[in-house]
């Protein structure tokens, strides 16, 4: 994410919710833009539980202001659509690419 030019991003940030704290993956507080990584892992056997369980925090989350950047390995892996997705989620703050950086 570094890479294709975006600010450097908090770990764990705690948000509050009326369904209580969350911590996201990562995140960018001034611009309220949180990035959540999705393994393929966590849906393989998930029961219907798992899914209305994280739809309820991601609707939470989305309740309190914060916009929501939800990453998969192949996010990752298309620079050029990673920008894309990324870049109407913060107005106003250019994107500085570091070629230096490998994707």
């Known amino acids: 994410m570094l890479a294709i030019g975006l600010p450097r991003p908090e770990t764990q940030v705690p948000v509050a919710t009326r369904l ?3 911590w996201a993956d990562l995140g960018w507080p001034e611009a309220r ?22 739809k309820r925090r991601e609707d ?17 892996r ?14 106003g703050i250019p994107l500085t690419p570091r070629p230096d950086l490998t994707l």
């Open 20 to 22: 209580g704290t969350y």
């Open 33 to 54: 833009v949180l990035a959540e990584y999705d393994g393929e892992a966590k849906y393989t056997d998930a029961s219907r539980d798992v899914v209305v369980r994280e």
């Open 60 to 76: 939470a989350l989305l309740d309190e202001g914060w916009r929501m950047l939800r990453l998969t390995k192949d996010d990752l």
């Open 78 to 91: 298309h620079p050029a659509t990673l920008t894309r997705r990324a870049r109407p989620l913060f107005p």
